[in-house]
């Protein structure tokens, strides 16, 4: 193999360095000219400017770490201390600022405003929630009242409290005692509705007593009311745990993400290492 | 609409510290990036780039605008750099740490990069690090700012206070160093 001499009769650093960068400082427009003619015709001139080009490629790999924020300097009017973050602030727009600012705020003064909202907003829309023996109402300023049956309240009620109700032992009683009342009455009527009209005095005033019925509707009332808080409670414990169970299930999906995440990077180190040794052994077995 | 350099300078001369702060704001990615790059050591790059800015700041009334405002940074941000050097009696570069911080290694990762693209560009980057720690400070200096600030050969020249001549064969030189230890770098992977 045969040596290539360069032939350039210039200063040949300067010139592949000017023809490299393209930068016109020293290097008019004839010399560009005559040594890229050169480089046409001198392979070792080509050679050295395309391992210069890779050399170039690589630094531009290099990239120094990021400068936080914290780190700028900053000056106020007297050279002294106010800030450059507050420029940057500005820089980065008011709503960046605004929702950094809302960050800051504590979990309990964002829950105590998020109820105070919901009041203020409750108040101007004239909420009004009822319950009674007309059924549920909900109704606002601008809307009719919305009644929902109260047999259909207590019986989604009763399908989500058939166990363990304190008060069911009372009213099996009571209502063995009114079917009891009710088999004297000379209609023979098997159902609540029936029952109180023959329980009105002016109809047939020695059937049920009056205040056996009263006691009825009192009594349901209460179970109704009873049904509901348990209602109310067994919801918001359900909530409640299934918000625990979710943040739960959320933490030990993040943990396991992380411990796959370092697993994988610390295989591929321990292979990457392997096989560096693997071939520094061989090509120290190949030397002779 | 953005200002100038020279309006914001001309600005902050008359008392408007905002405008030496836009100033900063502009310049300290770049300056921190030389600094960075000459000394090789992130705190104290941090430190230098502070540093530049106060004495500007302070010297600021003294700027005629003889030199364009980012030439005048640069110059101090290296006669700093240069004094760091010196007073380390080092080379200016520490050589990075051999083992590898899978928080800050997984952090790095670009949304699209995989682990094995991560660690050859981390490879890549280490070798070019350790590479121009070698370079002796003046090629050092010539290959940063023509390479990362695009500096021309007569700013660099203007800014270094030599011939425009020796810009291009202290490039010269240090490329070559870096082709050789780059080379070697490979072959050993």
Known sequence: MTEHICQYSGDRQQAIVSYLYGDEGGFDAVERTAFAAHVATCEGCRAELAAFEEVRMSLGQWSPPRLRSDDSPSFGAAGSIPSVRETRRRADGAKAASARSWRDIPAWAQVAAAMLCLGVGAGIANLNVRYDANGLQVRTGWSTAVSVPVAQVSQSVAAASQDAAPWRAELTALEQRLRTDLRQTPAGAGNLVNAATAANPANAPNTVNSETLRRVRALIDESERRQQTELALRLGEAVREANAQRQADLVRIDRNIGAMQNNTGREMLRQRNEMLNYVSIRTAAQRP | ?189
């Open chain 2, 1 to 189: 609409m953005t200002s100038t350099d020279e309006e914001l300078v001309a600005r902050s001369i008359g008392g408007d510290a905002d405008s030496f702060n836009q100033l900063i704001l502009r310049w300290e990615r770049p300056i921190y990036a030389l600094a960075y790059r000459t000394i090789g050591r992130e705190e104290d790059a941090r430190d230098v780039c502070q540093e530049t800015f106060l004495r500007a700041f302070r010297a600021l009334p003294g700027f005629r605008g003889q030199a364009k405002f980012s030439s005048w940074l640069y110059r101090i941000a290296l006669n700093l750099c240069r004094d760091w050097i010196r007073r380390e009696r080092r080379t200016g570069f520490v050589q990075p740490p051999e083992d590898v911080d899978l928080i800050d290694f997984i952090a790095a990762a670009e949304p699209s990069e995989s682990i094995e693209d991560l660690v050859a560009r981390k490879d890549q980057m280490r070798a070019v690090e350790r590479a121009m720690a070698l370079l002796p400070e003046d090629q050092r200096t010539a290959i940063v700012l023509k390479e990362y600030h695009g500096l021309t050969f007569q700013e660099i020249a203007d800014l270094l206070g030599c011939p425009l001549s020796t810009v291009k064969t202290r490039l010269y030189q240090g490329l070559s160093v870096l082709r050789r230890e780059l080379a070697k770098t490979a072959e050993t992977l």
